[in-house]
């Protein structure tokens, strides 16, 4: 329906969504093509490409008794991933363990997938990651929650928030969500990485944004950058 409207009122319109990122790099490309920015859109793609693949070099060093078992929490509490998905293929890309993809009670449907608080006792991570501030505060404060293993050593982090929710579907920050759960979780493998001037770097770069260190701040720390639903 909106699409006709759209032909009727004469307006060119063009469509992209993705599930992977693969699907996002075509995302990009599409994008690049249609405001006549083809190479600033490889640009874009071979830095995301880049960022992965050091992030994945450096965590493939980490053995797998080693890694980390985390629960993910995509901006309400129990709702999670699937694997296979993009916040999948992020926390693989990581070197974490994602819990929900290990098997237990997940229901899907075309936009969402949940679980249940206690499939997630049963998962007992050893650290929890989640999307919104509102479900980091939630889980860290409510009782129901307390029992849990990440939650009573505190160890519940909030993932950035910039132009996108950096481990949100369809953020076209992916790469850099990545990398921040990474070097969260092994700062060894990544000591030589100053996360705030990459991050700082990274906007001037492609969105031609000169951040200040409170901007930084601010984005790093999930909070404040977008206004609850």
Known sequence: GET???????????????NSLEGLKKSVTVTGNVFNQPERAAGYNAYLQTTLELVSQRVSQIPESSRLRVYHAVNEAARTDLKGDL????????????????????ITDAEKTMTTLEQIYA????????????????????????GLRAVSSQNVTTLPVGVSRWGHPGSMESHMAALFIAKHFYP????????????KDYYQQWFNLDLTDADVSAILSGEGMRLAK
């Open 87 to 106: 916040n999948n293929q992020i926390t693989d890309v990581a070197g974490i363990i994602n819990v929900s993809t290990q098997g237990g009670s997940l």
């Open 4 to 18: 006709e409207k759209l032909d009727k009122a004469g307006i060119p319109w063009v469509v992209v969504d993705y």
């Open 188 to 199: 060894a493998q990544f000591s030589d990485i100053d996360l705030s001037q990459t991050t």
């Open 123 to 146: 998962w007992n991570p050893d650290a929890i990651i989640a999307n919104d501030i509102n479900a980091s505060n939630y889980m860290l404060t409510d009782p129901k929650w307390s």
